[in-house]
């Protein structure tokens, strides 16, 4: 559920709403939420979701989600889909209907025609490499194309006939005839409508001509009646086009862009081009891979719409660079799950314990919550039997200094159950540890031991009542803080996918609680000491249940 606390951060951009509400130039906050569909959504994206319905939210406005659909070959109807899930997985809604950009094709060819009658763009035959060498430089005026004179007419004429089909591919563009010695490239005749005889999603094989994303964005912007259209800073030259063009077409309104610095996620990749490899060259098993910090990736890993809304607003909206380590999203995931997600014990590795001094009528089991906090998440007992099985990593042979878990000679407290001694070590052919036996303190359910201190509480499990359950254990995907900036010994930029963890997923079967059996897909689980599990989204099933690591319990990035 939203509520307005939720977004009750501060930035430059809501005092700029702010004003603009208070001195009556917008009575109403319009924004829009523009994905290319040309792959799955990002945790990039996800800060700007939270950001665009964010304010729609907050000053009861509305936020359009409008696919971005100007470039056919990369573009399809499964990422359509896969955008809208997220965003309504994040807990958004869009006003009306799903717009996209390829609707207004029709206006944006008539404000191109308009522009051409007005002696503003022009069809050039320069070729692309051409194009580039007439550009200049950032420090070096551009060169006019010798086809800049083109008479109205004559203009009017190449256009129709380049919508017609007439020409080759790549072998003609309309320009905005703007200023080739402009000290911003982005001014110097920007080419606004190229050839591509493409199939597009949506308009099928109607167009060979296809509009450019900068002529696009400002147009679709204007005919959405969109306030505050808000990007990322590397649009930022791009907004003199913007309103250059809108001053330009007849449209209805002025919308004005506003930029902030994209996220950056320390050990992780957030561009689609980059992620849509990882998926095509097999790196990871698809886009929701729950390693991929896509939003349905991340989802799947067991990551929460509020979790998510908690991160994006921690980074915040600012200009200022936006690198953000992994430990604040894990931070802000646990933090939600805390007190969200109901507990049971599971054990990863298992080490069986006889108790041998168990007594039916004696040694007795308790009822317990499901969460300390929230009642109404139930209880169940928790039976404990003559056989039990505890996680091997809390026995130790010749522990450390400092050690408060299971030794030999030892005690330590079973959660929610007696104390424990362990009086002998069990041992295989090779040495390996099998089994322990260990005594209870019958005195000891529900109270302190007598005469002692005893600190160390283990989780464990009654051999006969835990349930098998496969449990995939993740890890960071890539070995280095920053993989798509890595360099070789002479400068050169080495491949991202040099840098993946060849370790990222490991795969174990171990045992849990019985409730496994009861759960839902999607179930959001701490395992006490261990960390929060999800049950997967797709594999799971309440007689085979399947979870997924989400994040542990403490922080183990930092060293
Ligand atoms: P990518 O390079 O991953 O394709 P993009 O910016 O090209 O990213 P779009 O689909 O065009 O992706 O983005 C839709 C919206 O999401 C844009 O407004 C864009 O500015 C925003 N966005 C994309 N990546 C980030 C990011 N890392 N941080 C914040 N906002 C982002
Ligand atoms: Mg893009």
Not at 266 to 283: A, D, F, M, P, W
Not at 410 to 430: H, Q, W
Not at 520 to 538: A, C, I
């Amino acid at each position: 559920m939203l509520n307005k606390e939720q977004f009750a951060d501060n930035h430059f951009i809501r005092t700029i709403i702010e004003e603009d509400l208070k001195n009556g130039k917008h009575t109403a906050i319009q924004t829009r939420f523009p994905p290319e569909p040309n792959g799955y959504l990002h945790i990039g994206h996800a800060k700007s979701i939270c950001l665009n319905f964010g304010l729609a939210y907050v000053y009861d406005g509305a936020c359009n989600l409008r696919f971005d659909d100007t470039n056919p070959e990369k573009e399809n109807q499964e990422y359509v889909d896969s955008i809208k899930e997220d965003v309504q997985w994040l807990g958004f809604q869009w006003a009306g209907e799903p717009r996209y950009a390829s609707d207004y094709f029709d206006q944006l060819f008539e404000f191109a025609v308009g522009l051409i009658k007005d002696g503003k763009a022009y069809v050039d035959d320069l070729s692309a490499d051409e194009m580039r060498e007439y550009r200049g430089t950032l420090t070096q005026a551009g060169k006019e194309s010798p086809y800049r004179n083109r008479s109205v007419e004559e203009n009017l004429d190449l256009f129709m006939r380049m919508k017609n089909g007439e020409f080759l591919d790549g072998s003609k563009t309309l320009r905005l005839k703007i200023d080739m010695a402009s000290g911003n490239v982005n001014m110097r005749d920007p080419v606004i409508y190229r050839i591509r005889r493409a199939h597009h999603h949506k308009t099928g094989d109607k167009w060979c001509i296809y509009p450019m994303y900068d002529y696009t964005h400002c147009i679709s912007d204007a005919i959405e009646n969109i306030t505050h259209s808000l990007c990322t800073l590397e649009f930022e030259a791009h907004r003199p086009l913007y309103d250059w063009v809108l001053e330009n077409i007849p449209t209805p309104s002025k919308p004005h862009q506003y930029e902030f610095s994209r996220l950056e996620l320390l050990y992780s990749i957030t561009s689609k081009r980059k992620l849509n490899q990882l998926v095509s060259e097999k790196y990871v098993n698809g886009w929701d891979d729950p390693r991929m910090p896509t939003i349905s990736g991340m989802r799947r890993r067991g990551y929460t719409p509020e979790g998510l809304r908690l991160f994006a607003k921690r980074v915040g909206i600012s200009k200022s660079e936006n690198v953000v380590d992994i430990s604040v999203l894990e931070g802000a995931i646990r933090e939600e799950l805390e007190d969200s997600a109901p507990r049971m014990m599971a054990v990863l590795n298992p080490l069986k314990v006889t108790l041998t001094n168990f007594e039916t009528g004696k040694t007795l089991s308790r009822r317990h919550a499901y969460h300390p906090n929230h009642e109404e998440m139930g209880d169940r007992e928790l039976t404990i039997n003559p056989t039990i099985y505890i996680e091997r990593d809390d026995f130790s042979e010749h522990p450390p200094k400092g050690w408060q878990r299971l030794t030999l000679g030892g005690e330590v407290r079973l959660r929610y159950s007696y104390i424990i001694k362990c009086d002998e070590v069990i041992k295989d052919e090779n040495g390996q540890i099998i089994e322990l036996k260990c005594s209870i303190d019958h005195d000891t359910l529900g109270k302190k031991p007598e005469g002692r201190k005893v600190k160390g509480v283990i989780h464990w499990l009654s051999t006969e009542h835990a349930v098998p359950a496969t449990v995939r254990l993740y890890d960071r995907l890539f070995t280095t803080e920053r993989p798509d900036a890595m360099r070789g010994e002479n400068g050169e930029y080495l491949p991202f996918t040099d840098f993946i963890n060849p370790n990222s997923v490991a795969e174990i079967t171990a045992w849990v609680e019985p409730v496994a059996n009861t759960l839902n897909k999607e179930s959001h689980w701490q395992f006490e000491r261990l960390g929060y599990f999800v049950t997967d989204r797709y594999d799971h099933q309440s007689d085979k249940p399947v979870f997924n690591k989400t994040v542990g319990l403490k922080d183990t990035w930092q060293k």
